[in-house]
C-alpha cells in the first residue's frame, strides 16, 4: 500500500498515537562503547577532547527494542534488529561532522494505526556520543519507568553540547512532501512563536524533502552537534558519507527532539528502549 494514497490529515507519521508500551526487562545482549570506570561518572569531562586519556572501554550492554531484539555481526560491523520491522541498526556509528563514534541506545518503530489495522512507517535508533553518559550522574540507579517519565534527563541529553543522532529507516515508500508535511505538523506546534531564524530554519528542513521521493529503506540521520544545531543526511545507499543541511535555530532542533523524547513521543517504543537503555547503563 503506498503512502501517497493517504492524505496529510490522514497519514501523519509524527503525530503520537495512544497505544501504551510496557517497560520490557533486558532479554539480549550487544555491545556498547563505555567508560573504563562506570561506577564513578564524575570523574569523567563531558568534554572528550579534556579527558583523553580517559577513553570509552567495551563492556557488555543490555539493548532493549519495543518487544525484543537480536544481535548478531557481518564482518567487523555488530548490529542490533528491530524485531517488529526487522530493521537492522549498527551498534556503533561513524557519521558525517561527528568528533567521535555514536553507539546506539535505543531502538523502536513508528506505527500508523488506520481502523484496527497498524501500519509501521518506519523504525527509528536513538545514537549518542558516550560522553553524554558522563552527564547522567543524577539519575543513577533509577528504573527504566522512572527514567522514561522524566523529562529532565531527556533534557539534559539533548542540552549537553555532545553529539546525538536519530535514525530513520523508512520500511515503505513514503513522499518526500508529506514526510515534510507530517513532520512540520508536529514541530510547528511545539514552537510557541517563531523568529525569523526558525523559519529560515524550517524553510531549509523543508527543502531537503520537496520533490524528493523516499524509497522503502532510505536512512535519514537527524543529528544534533549541540542544542542549536543539527545536521541533516539523506542516503538510499546506506550510510551517508555527506551533510544535506545544516539546521542552525534552537527552537526547530529543540522542538523535534521532543517530538521523539518529549512528553508524547510520536514513537513510544524508541523511548522506552532509550529509557530501558539508560536503565541498565546507570545501574
Known amino acids: 500500500m503506498a503512502i501517497a494514497k493517504y492524505s ?27 567508560y573504563k570506570t562506570p561506577s564513578d561518572f564524575s570523574s569523567l569531562s563531558t568534554s572528550p577532547h579534556l579527558n583523553n586519556n580517559l577513553a570509552p572501554a567495551h563492556l557488555s550492554f543490555k539493548a532493549f527494542a519495543s518487544s525484543s531484539s537480536s544481535s548478531f555481526s557481518v564482518g567487523s560491523a555488530e548490529y542490533t534488529e528491530e524485531t517488529a520491522t526487522k530493521e537492522k541498526f549498527q551498534t556503533s556509528l561513524s557519521l558525517p561532522g561527528c568528533s567521535t563514534s555514536l553507539s546506539l541506545l535505543g531502538t523502536g518503530y513508528r506505527e500508523k494505526v488506520f481502523a484496527i489495522i497498524g501500519v509501521k512507517v518506519y523504525a527509528a535508533g536513538l545514537y549518542v556520543n558516550p560522553f553524554i553518559l558522563s552527564t547522567l550522574s543524577t539519575w543513577k540507579g533509577q528504573s527504566a519507568s522512572e527514567i522514561q517519565d522524566n523529562s529532565a534527563l531527556f533534557s539534559s541529553i539533548f542540552q549537553a553540547p555532545l553529539e546525538k543522532s536519530l535514525q530513520i529507516v523508512l520500511v515503505r515508500d513514503v513522499d518526500g512532501k508529506t514526510f515534510w508535511d507530517a513532520l512540520d505538523d508536529a514541530i510547528s506546534p511545539r514552537i510557541k512563536t517563531a523568529t525569523p531564524v526558525d523559519e529560515s530554519a524550517l524553510s531549509t528542513f523543508r527543502s531537503i524533502f520537496q520533490g524528493r521521493p523516499l524509497k522503502k529503506g532510505s536512512l535519514i540521520f537527524l543529528t544534533w552537534l549541540d542544542p542549536s544545531k543539527m545536521l541533516v543526511c539523506v542516503s538510499s545507499d546506506g550510510i551517508p558519507s555527506s551533510v544535506d543541511a545544516t539546521i542552525e535555530s534552537a527552537n526547530v532542533t529543540s522542538a523535534l527532539f521532543d517530538v521523539f523524547f518529549g512528553d508524547t513521543p510520536v514513537s513510544p517504543s524508541l523511548k522506552t528502549s532509550a529509557a530501558n537503555g539508560l536503565a541498565t547503563i546507570l545501574k
Not at 21 to 28: G, I, Q, Y
Request: proline content about 15%; overall charge positive.
Open 8 to 34: 496529510t490529515q490522514t497519514w501523519n507519521i509524527f503525530h503520537p498515537i495512544t497505544h501504551h508500551f510496557p517497560h520490557k526487562s533486558p532479554n539480549h545482549s550487544v555491545s556498547l562503547p563505555f
